[in-house]
Structures are given as structure tokens and as C-alpha cells.
């Protein structure tokens, strides 16, 4: 039998073109789609706005309800004003901004009623955007 010799190197060097032509092409298709939505992307007029001044509403901090307890009764603290009652903290949260929120910050031996009715206040005041924070001991 005779055998025939290849050259090692004539043989490795065939690709098939057809799936080579079947790629090339797949990407032009997918370069032309999507430049024509970087196209519109472009149009689009951008949310920020430039304009204005003053007080943003990212600028405010959110209030801080400090409970605390001063002789085994429950005080609601805002800044350097104090209240005691449900009601009475009702009516100074009224008064503040209600855009930035408001965050009630408790000590573990205030009992869970004065934080749920902090909570409910801040609620009953207006105030979207609440949460509960555990104040550092």
C-alpha cells in the first residue's frame, strides 16, 4: 500500500470560509442595528437640568426623632424641642419639611409602643419616607 505524504503545515492552514462569511456578516448586521439605536439614544433630552438654585431635596437631611426616657416617661426630641405625647409630636412634625423623610432613633429600654407610635405620627403627619434606627449606646 502505498501511503501519501502530507506536508504538516499545507493541511492545518484550511478554514472554512462559509462560516467565516456567515460570522463577518452577523456583525454587520448587529454594528448597523444597534448604531441606529445609539442614534436615537442621542436625541433623547437629558432629566438633569442645570437651571434652578437653592435647596435641592437631596441637599435636606431627614428630621431626627430622638425617644428617650426621663423619668420612666417616654419623651419624643426633635433638635431642642420636647414633646411627650403622640399628639403633640403630630403637630410639631407638621410643621417641618416633609421631603427628606424623617428617622426615629430609639434606645433599647425605650419600650416598642413609643417607636410604633413615633412611627404612626411621622405617618399621620405626612411623612412619606420613614425609618427606624437603633441609637449607639
Known sequence: MARKRF?????????????????????????????????????????????????????????IVEIVLSNSVVEFRIASRAVRSQEALVGLLKSLPKEPGVAIRARRDVPISAVAAAMQASQDAGFSRRSYVPADE
Open 7 to 63: 506536508k504538516r503545515g499545507s493541511h492545518l492552514g484550511a478554514l472554512p470560509l462559509t462560516s467565516m462569511i456567515d460570522v463577518v456578516f452577523l456583525l454587520l448586521v448587529y454594528f448597523l442595528v444597534t448604531a441606529n439605536f445609539a442614534q436615537q439614544e442621542r436625541d433623547l433630552s437629558s432629566a438633569v437640568q442645570a437651571e434652578g438654585g437653592g435647596v435641592r431635596v437631596s441637599d435636606l437631611q431627614p428630621q
